[in-house]
């Protein structure tokens, strides 16, 4: 017995080694530099206590209000959106038609690639003042737009990026709609309910758990956006698209002030908490599960 939880053990070593060295260790180092006044481009001086001067000065700084807006504002167009486009598409993609094993492939490739540098930086070139999509505008007689330039049209374009990687949520709403007993379709057909009834009485409510799953992941990963605001805008024009992460990085490596930028990062991680224990508390009210469902019947 104890030989076998010794080779338990040596099994799961690099992983804990791993968890200890790349998550632990950063976690707690940032929260308390978090309370220091550590500067980067001098790493041999120590870090100075300065107790919650970071979060005093973070709570009157105006830049990490506009970011915090644009963040939220973000997530909150994001989010939906993409979970309501992912939803759709899988729908779609659960009649059985000829080559529909391609089209789920090729309507999940993007969420592959899209978050990858090289298609940040190919849609930056699409969207540039000489870019496809101008290029597109003026051949149909329109006129081009400063897509990178102007501060709405700037958002859009981040917003669309993140809304052109909804193959895994589609993957995940996919795999949903496919475990839903079809006898309760059959039934709902011959009792006269119409396409609509279905979806919004069957399809949804056997649909939550799956919901809240993709709403969960899709949350984390928007509070956590980086590439698309670093590459293709910089943060501008006028910090229009300066979201939290973006300012965390700037603060840290070019501004050298990582205990500012470690502050910033907890701010995050508080409000990511934040927003998860409110969906977890959420679920009960709006979140089926299967047995839960006979129990009441």
């Not at 009157?60 to 598409?89: E, M």
């Not at 805008?233 to 939290?244: D, E, M, Q």
């Amino acid at each position: 017995m104890y030989e076998n939880k010794t080779t338990g053990y040596l099994y799961i070593a690099p992983f804990l080694l791993g968890l200890a060295t790349f998550t632990l260790f950063p976690f707690l180092s940032s929260f308390l530099l978090s309370f220091s006044d550590y500067q980067l481009q001098d790493p041999v001086a120590q870090a100075n206590f300065t107790g919650l001067t970071n979060y005093r000065e973070m709570a009157a700084d105006a830049t990490f209000h506009n970011s915090l807006w644009v963040t939220f504002l973000y997530v909150f167009v994001t989010v939906p959106l993409k979970l309501a486009f992912a939803l759709f598409i899988a729908f779609v993609l659960n009649f059985k038609l000829r080559g529909i094993g391609f089209f789920r492939t090729a309507y999940y490739v993007p969420s592959i690639l899209g978050g990858s540098v090289a298609i940040a930086v190919l849609w930056r070139y699409v969207f540039a003042g000489d870019g496809l999509i101008n290029q597109v505008s003026i051949w149909l007689g329109g006129e081009p737009l400063n897509w990178l330039g102007e501060p709405g049209y700037a958002l859009f374009t981040i917003v669309l990026l993140r809304l052109w990687q909804f193959g895994s949520a589609m993957v995940v709403f996919l795999a949903g709609l496919q475990n839903i007993p079809t006898d309760l379709y059959e039934a709902a057909t011959i009792d006269g309910a119409s396409k609509w009834r279905i979806f919004f009485t069957i399809t949804l409510p056997l649909l939550t758990p799956v919901i809240f799953f993709n709403f969960i992941m899709q949350i984390v990963q928007a509070f956590q956006e980086f590439n698309g605001p670093y590459i293709i805008t910089g943060g501008g024009p006028l910090k229009s698209t300066y979201l939290l992460p973006l300012m965390i990085y700037e603060e840290a490596f070019k501004y050298f002030n990582v205990g500012y930028a470690s502050a910033l990062s907890w701010a995050l991680f508080v409000i990511i908490a934040i927003f998860t224990v409110i969906a977890f508390t959420s679920a009960k009210y709006w979140v089926f599960y299967g047995s839960e469902r006979g129990d009441k019947k």
